[in-house]
């Protein structure tokens, strides 16, 4: 089994130890939890929203700016699967 570094991200050097079989499987888990990234985005822009229209920008505006910040990153492991998938000539 390939280590994760501190954050559950793996590398691509990492993703490329991995069998077919289980790039596949990162790579239908990377689709579904980009659906739940979108979801939680759009629930923090509400309330970063909230926030706004109530006149109460601070740490209650804050935290979700960082949390979105954070889910933004994400994707560059999504595009180091994607390259290992296209060079084993896999479908995502």
Not at 3 to 31: C, H, P, W, Y
Not at 64 to 87: D, M, N, S
């Amino acid at each position: 089994m390939v280590e994760l570094d501190n954050f559950g991200v793996m590398t691509k050097d990492e993703l490329s130890r991995l069998s077919d079989q289980e790039l596949i499987t990162q790579a239908k888990k990377m689709k579904s939890a980009s659906i739940v990234h979108a979801v939680l985005i759009g629930f923090m822009v509400g309330v970063i929203l909230f926030s706004i229209w109530k006149n109460t920008v601070g740490l209650f505006t804050l935290i979700p700016l960082f949390l979105i910040y954070k889910v933004f990153h994400k994707p560059e492991q999504y595009k180091a699967l994607k390259e290992v998938l296209k060079e084993r000539n896999l479908s995502n």
